[in-house]
């Protein structure tokens, strides 16, 4: 059974928002994670918000008439923030050595030389996940210049 338009732009979608530092075309860059292609970019956050329910709602319109699969949000439940990794046991008494030295737990050091490695990966470009209900509360936060983790 098919929903209609309006309960499609109800439905809680992941928005991946960041900024694009291009200098020929910067500015705010928001795309619907679960929905290929779905993405719009403003110059400004503050009009993000209105341009991703554009996307959206334009996403939709052409999915339902072209009678093509809707998926389904998904649900933020699925990473518990546990995983397991498997290494090499000198790799883990380096990294054990490390983090005694640092005065850190284990946990600790790997948990930050993850979160450098994934910055470095990003070169500046801050990434924020929301619903699309979060976009005003987050507009909020960037006119203050606070970044939400």
């Known amino acids: 059974m098919s929903r209609a338009l309006d309960e499609y732009l109800k439905l809680p979608y992941t928005i991946k928002i960041s900024y694009d530092n291009d200098p020929e075309n910067p500015g705010w860059v928001a795309q619907v994670a679960e929905l290929p292609g779905c993405l719009t970019q ?19 319109e052409a999915a339902l008439t072209l009678g093509n699969p809707i998926p389904e949000p998904v649900a933020d439940e699925e990473y518990s923030g546990k995983f397991v990794v498997r290494l090499p046991r000198s790799l883990h008494r380096q990294l054990a050595e490390t983090a005694e030295q640092e005065g850190v737990s284990l946990n600790h050091l ?26 005003p509360r987050l507009a909020a936060a960037e006119k203050k210049k606070k970044y939400p983790a």
Not at 43 to 48: G, K, Q, V
Not at 114 to 135: F, K, N, P
């Open 42 to 60: 403003a110059d400004t956050f503050e009009e993000l918000g209105a341009m991703v329910q554009d996307a959206m709602r334009s996403w939709f």
């Open 110 to 135: 790997v948990n930050v030389a993850l979160a450098q490695a994934i910055g470095r990966a990003s070169a500046g470009i801050s990434v924020t996940y929301a619903s699309h209900e979060e976009l």
